[in-house]
């Protein structure tokens, strides 16, 4: 049979010289009709696919969630045979997504792997799910033969055109770094860059390995490889005291200051710095609804959740009567704002980003991460009860709904009681927007029910 483009008995190029992609005809490849030949990894671990398991590792992710495809097959191989991954098998791409991004929420990185295009298309609405939470989730996807590209050659699940770039220009626009690996010298480079690049920015990254390259060895994948280490990222001391002096200033001066905490402390790691600044300055202590959780809800100064006009109850009253709030990581879009409708007042606010402070209409002081000051703050506040206790003089315990009779329509309040008697320290409890979501605000977390 004469050999044409495109065709399955087609001969790879032959090409080993330095700076250019192997030979494939040792390594196993990806074939039209779906079936892979895949290797089993070799002996030694210096090779692409035992690196990149081993900087899985060594950044905390002990589970990759995935979906097997002919194009990652031997990668995904050389992730089963690390000791300290355990795979994952998942139904379909989204689901190993929204995994990976329970994972990171969970513990600090995900990581996932799909197969090139019908795989990646796939999952892209889960990660932009995690670029929208500042989740670092690592999407590994098993791309083409590196040999392949240049070659005009149509392989299958792509469009059906040469270009194998379209996966990697959709997720440009939903992650913070994006690397194609096809060449083995510079592998150990991008891969690093991308993981690292994901951990400090708490993004999600895209990382495409050739199918050919996974089971080659290299010398930058040293069998003990240079520990994985990250710098990490530090305040300017001149503008946290700035920021901390100012603040505190302002506070100090205020009647009855609040506290509000919103859903970037996560990503700040300021939750314990926030508690630790409600204990020292006696402050009322509320959550925006996106962050429902991220607060000890049996915190003694505890009064709910803010939502404007959708607020628990007694909560608005509190928050919105105050001479001075500090929102700590919020997020003031349409819904959390109920359509920015917010009775908040631009110079009575103190708003703390993840690293950076603005102080009512300015100034603004940058290079100020958020655990750093929420701790420094702590130790320069005057401690004000006086919006706790105004709460706590106008809180009316909410009635017992009325027990339902056998054959009556359940009602919505008699299945949150039933839920709410679910709860323990063991629970997470997961809201969709609607019904849901409004009555899940009013439930009582249990100390770390999140």
């Not at 006009?309 to 929102?327: G, H, M, N, P, R």
């Amino acid at each position: 049979m004469d050999t044409k483009i495109g065709d399955v008995n087609s001969e790879w190029p032959a090409n080993n010289n330095l700076g250019c992609s192997p030979s494939t005809k040792s390594v196993a490849c990806p074939s039209p009709n779906g079936h892979a030949g895949a290797v089993a990894p070799t002996n030694s671990s210096s090779t692409l696919g035992g690196h990149l398991a081993r900087r899985l590792v060594e950044i905390g992710v002990t589970d990759v969630f995935s979906v097997p495809g002919d194009f990652n097959l031997t990668l995904l191989d050389h992730l089963v045979a690390e000791p300290g991954l355990n795979l994952v098998g998942c139904c379909n791409e989204l689901n190993a997504g929204y995994a990976a991004d329970g994972y990171a929420r969970s513990r600090g990185v995900g990581a996932c792997v799909v197969t090139f295009t019908v795989g990646g298309l796939s999952i892209i609405n889960a990660i932009a799910g995690a670029y929208s939470e500042n989740l670092p989730v690592i999407c590994i996807v098993g791309g083409p033969n590196s040999n392949d590209y240049g070659t005009s050659r149509i392989l299958h699940h792509t469009i059906g055109l040469p270009d194998f770039s379209q996966e990697y220009r959709c997720f440009q626009t939903v992650t913070c770094a994006q690397v194609i690996v096809n060449h083995l010298d510079d592998a150990h480079e991008l891969i690093d860059h991308a993981i690292s690049t994901a951990v400090l920015e708490s993004k999600p990254v895209y990382i495409s390995v050739g199918c050919n390259l996974a089971a080659i060895q290299h010398p930058s994948f040293s069998r003990e490889p240079v520990p994985y280490c990250l710098s990490p990222r530090l305040s300017n001391p001149k503008s946290l005291e700035a920021a901390v002096n100012r603040t505190a200033e302002f506070l100090n001066a205020a009647v009855k200051p609040v506290m509000v905490g919103g859903p970037k402390m996560r990503v700040a790691k300021a939750k314990s710095a926030f508690v630790e600044l409600a204990n020292a300055s006696g402050y009322a202590v509320a959550v925006m609804p996106s962050a429902k959780g991220q607060v000890p809800e049996t915190h003694p100064h505890f009064i709910g959740t803010y939502w404007g006009a959708a607020s628990t109850a007694f909560c608005s009253e509190i928050v919105e009567s105050a001479d001075a709030y500090l929102f700590a990581g919020p997020i003031f879009n349409d819904y959390s704002s109920v359509g920015y409708s917010l009775l908040l007042k631009k110079e009575k606010a103190i708003i703390v980003q993840p690293n950076r402070v603005t102080v009512g209409n300015g100034p603004t002081f940058g290079c100020v991460l958020m655990k750093d000051f929420l701790e420094a703050l702590a130790k320069k506040v005057k401690h004000n009860p006086t919006c706790l206790e105004n709460y706590r003089r106008i809180f009316v315990p909410e009635g017992v709904p009325l027990k339902c009779e056998q054959y009556d329509p359940l009602r919505v309040n008699v299945l949150f009681k039933h839920i709410q008697s679910m709860l323990s320290n063991e629970t997470a409890v997961i809201a969709e927007t609607g019904d849901s979501w409004f009555n899940c605000q009013k439930l009582k977390l249990p100390e770390k029910c999140g």
